[in-house]
């Protein structure tokens, strides 16, 4: 199982970027995937993951609105799209994968970034 993260940099505040996760070894749509960050002196947070059956979503409050994730099972890769994007966003961006498991358990494995495999991670800075 090998995740790799693409697609990080400077941008400034209110702009976008989007994010790629692409998946080998394994096939993203069996599992459940999730996006996380890391911000310097905090703990690693969920902030977006989806199911690896029915497409249920959980957003982190604080991206709700600004922030979606979409995947391309051609190419095994996920995406995550990032608008108005804040200094408070800067992190380093990782993607995960979790194997299928009820939604209400990924859920929870969400917010305490608890899933499985994990990628490098990419960095974001939001800086004018």
């Known amino acids: 199982v090998q995740l790799v993260e693409s697609g990080g940099g400077l941008v400034q505040p209110g702009g976008s970027l989007r994010l790629s996760c692409a998946a080998s070894?394994?096939?993203?749509?069996?599992?459940?995937i999730g996006w996380f960050r890391q911000a310097p002196g905090e703990e690693r947070e969920g902030i977006l993951c989806?199911?690896?059956?029915?497409?249920?979503?959980y957003y982190k409050h604080s991206v709700k609105g600004r922030f979606t994730i979409s995947r391309d099972n051609a190419k095994n890769t996920v995406y995550l799209q990032m608008n108005s994007l804040k200094p408070e966003d800067t992190a380093v961006y990782y993607c995960?994968?979790?194997?299928?498991?009820?939604?209400?358990?990924?859920?929870?494995?969400?917010?305490?970034?608890?899933?499985?495999?994990w990628g490098q991670g990419t960095q974001v800075t939001v800086s004018s």
């Open positions: 995960a994968a979790e194997p299928p498991r009820d939604w209400e358990t990924v859920q929870a494995m969400c917010v305490l970034g608890d899933f499985g495999s």
């Open positions: 070894g394994f096939s993203l749509d069996d599992y459940n």
């Open positions: 989806i199911s690896s059956s029915d497409g249920d979503t």
